[in-house]
């Protein structure tokens, strides 16, 4: 079936500094991919749309500018979270579908976990 | 979207059959029901897909009425592993549709 590998699944940086992370669809090609946040016992939020070899869509409220993404091919969708502060840290979760897909389900990273210190 | 209304959680004992049911009065005539299971620091994954009547997996079976108002997902058996947060999408075709996810139902199996 359709993979989604996402990278890495935990990562802790000081605060200022930057993180990526990679969402990569490993047996399909994905034109859209997309990126959610999900804090502790909540639902999956929205954050941003990744178009590739376009800009992405973000939501209401999502800084682009803090949250860089980058869909440099039809595979790959990186997330880059700058000048990290600790109310960055959360639960990052990537998702795809195959660009042939029609009805096709989503199909999502295991998620990164981040942790600002 | 439409937007979608499930329990907020859900309590069973192993080896009972699980009904979550979702109401999504306004969905569209071209909108599929999907069903993810989402388990502690992983991202949720892919249960069932239906569009109308009954639809059924090696997982679960999920009822859809003519009205498709609501959906009802069927676990049979349960085990403790089954315990996780189930969300409940309407979902338009197309591979650029993005999704939004409503608060989802923490089921829980007890021994």
């Known amino acids: 079936g359709a993979v989604v590998s996402q990278h890495p699944s935990r990562v802790i940086c000081k605060s200022g500094t930057s993180v990526k992370i990679e969402c990569r669809s490993l047996?399909?090609?994905?034109?859209?991919m997309f990126w959610y946040r999900q804090f502790p016992k909540q639902s999956l939020m929205l954050m941003a749309t990744s178009n590739e070899g376009s800009k992405a869509t973000y939501e209401q409220g999502v800084e682009k500018d803090k949250f860089l993404i980058n869909h440099a091919s039809l595979t790959l969708s990186t997330l880059t979270v700058t000048s990290a502060h600790p109310e960055d840290s959360s639960f990052y979760i990537c998702?795809?579908?195959?660009?042939?897909?029609?009805?096709?389900?989503?199909?999502f990273g295991n998620g990164t976990r981040l942790t600002v210190t | 979207l439409a937007k979608t209304t499930q329990p907020i959680s859900m309590d069973s004992y192993e080896g009972q059959e699980v009904n979550i049911t979702c109401s999504h009065n306004?969905?569209?005539?071209?909108?599929?029901i999907t069903w993810y299971q989402q388990f502690p620091s992983q991202g949720p994954r892919f249960i069932i897909q239906?569009?109308?009547t009954k639809v059924t997996n090696e997982v679960a079976s999920l009822f859809i009425p003519a009205d498709r108002k609501s959906s009802t997902l069927s676990l049979p058996r349960v085990s403790l592993s089954d315990t996780a947060v189930y969300y409940c999408?309407?979902?338009?075709?197309?591979?650029?549709?993005?999704?939004?996810f409503g608060s989802g139902t923490q089921l829980t199996v007890l021994p």
């Open positions: 306004n969905i569209a005539t071209n909108d599929y």
């Open positions: 047996d399909f090609q994905a034109t859209t």
């Open positions: 239906g569009y109308k």
């Open positions: 999408l309407a979902e338009r075709a197309g591979s650029a549709r993005q999704l939004t």
């Open positions: 998702s795809a579908r195959p660009d042939s897909g029609g009805n096709s389900p989503l199909h």
